[in-house]
């Protein structure tokens, strides 16, 4: 079936949002706005060890959500990292409609369009591409961009640069828990641990005060990284109000996922985000999912479980809490 993306319609200089687009009131920008004044925690990685264990556990409990600077990964790639994910989406929709996706098949890889499942459900002002990174055994090169040429050669130094990072802020997060550092990576599979690259495309929206990038949501990896285009949108949900995270350059926004809330038995907060769009520019983003193999058993870590600290979720496969959350079946 023919998808139409909101690229192609947003082309068309629309002055009105049309209808699959609009949000019923309560949900709406406008009706919800973030509060002022708040600001995410910003973590620098080069502080002294023992410091920043305590302020990437304390944001991970209280925000779920830290922005990262430090990290060492150079402007420079994050720079070709974004300019190829730009390169693609410029392109003539008809070279990008090869790699077109298609989930309710289970073919999740590729260029894609979430659609209405019913009447009610509204759509999100956004394209996006997505494809398995990591581990290289798992990944299909096949649906990966063949243009920009060099998309894959960036995207492959990316991975090494993202998985070194995420190596570390997993061994805060374990240490945070008086844990080994290394048993948060090994309940994620270990070297398996797959990393799933989605590259979020928003274009210009006519009435971006009615419309969501995407809808607030959690989500289901342990970790996602992030980086953005120069362009806000971002938002947390904290203390019962939205809180806007600032643009901020070559920074990381990591956010703490479902299965780390689970892991840690509620000790991190899978953070609950949403993302706004703009009227006069695109927005991109490029969010980095860390994931379990899908065969691996997550659920709370025994060692973090007594009589105190009953345990507050069930054990199962990823691929399991996986299919209940796209179906919308509770865990
Ligand atoms: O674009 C963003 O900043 C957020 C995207 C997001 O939450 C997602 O892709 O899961
Ligand atoms: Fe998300």
Redesign the pocket.
Known sequence: MEVKRVQTLALNQLNELPPQFVRPDNERPENTKALEGVNVPVISLSQPHNVLVTKITEAASDWGFFVVTDHDISAKLIKNLQDVGQEFFSLPQKEKEVYANDPSSGKFDGYGTKMTKNLEEKVEW?D?YFHLMSPPSQANYEMWPKNPPSYRKVTEEYNKEILRVTNNILELLSEGLTLENSVLKSCLGGDEVELEM?I?M?PPCPQPELAL??EP?T?MSAL?L?V?NDVP??QVWKENSWVA?NYLQDAL?V?IGDQLEVLSNGRYKSVL???LVNKERK???W?V?VVPPHEVMVGPLPLLVNDQNPSKYSTKTYAEYRYRKFNKIPQ
């Open positions: 956004l996006y989605k979020n928003y990038g995407v949501h989500d996602t992030l953005s949108g971002l995270v926004f956010h985000h949403r993302s927005r991109m983003s969010a999912f």
